[in-house]
Every structure is written in C-alpha cells, then in structure tokens.
C-alpha cells in the first residue's frame, strides 16, 4: 500500500509538473505575442501622429526652407537664424497687446468695454502671420505681413481680418 501511494503520488506530481510547464510556456508566448502587437500599434500610432505633425506644420517657417534662405543675405546676425526670428518677430506682435485700445494689428475696433488681444500667433513663412484673437466674447483670426526692417524692428500690415459670430 505503500508504494501504490508513492507511486500514485509520484504521477500525481508529475502530471501537475507537466501542467504547470504547458501552462507557463503558453503564458510567455502569450505574452510575447501581445507585446509584439502592442508595440506594432504603437509604432504605427506614432508614425500616424509623426505623419500627421508634419502635414500640419507645412506651412511653417520652421520646414520652409526657401523662407528660411529670404533671410540669410540680412545684415544682422540676430535675426538671420529662423530659431531666433520666430521668437522675436511673435513678442514684438504680442507686445503689442499692451496697447490700452487693444492691438492695433487685429484689424477689429473695441466693440464693448475690453479690448482686442492676439492670444496665439504663427509665423507661416518669411512674410505671413496667422494669429486668433479675441476680447473675450467676440473671436477671430487675422492674417498678417511682416516686414524686418534694417534698424531690426519689424512693421506688421493687416492683411485679411475675421471676426466669428456669437
């Protein structure tokens, strides 16, 4: 009786050994599958957004390599580089928000008591600038030339405004 029990427990233990081996060897290919198709779906997701990033800043200075060279003949070594321009020509325009009738460069008057502000501005190329603006009630966008004078300053020329309805 002894050693029906031993040898009873001796196949008991190798059959749950048995077990346990097919269930963690399918448990890590489970496992490893799932990864590879995760980061497959990852990458594509990133590629798709990379895609999409691009597309989006077409029109920038920043991929704009013919308005990038407009500015490489300037006498000036500060605003020759586009990585300095961009920065510099976007704070002279929202400087100018501190204007107490509102920025003059939005093409709208002050329709009630708070003035016109440019919230965002993007610089398109060497010579346009899109910005929204708004007085906190009314919203619009405008499109802007600009003009890097030699004494550095730069002069903005209203283009197109528009304000959306309420």
Sequence with gaps: MKKSLFLYALILSLVFNIYTY???SKEVTFEQDKYKKTTTKLKDSLQSISNK???ANYF???KNENAQNYFEGAKSDKIRNFEVLIPYVTGQLLDL???PKGNPYTGQVQLGTTKFSINKVKVLNHRWIIADYSDGEYWGEVLLKYFINE???VSFEVNQSFLYQK
């Design 60 to 62: 920038s200075l920043e």
């Design 53 to 55: 990033l691009s597309d």
């Design 22 to 24: 097919m269930y963690l």
């Design 97 to 99: 928000n501190a204007n």
């Design 151 to 153: 004494d550095e300053s």
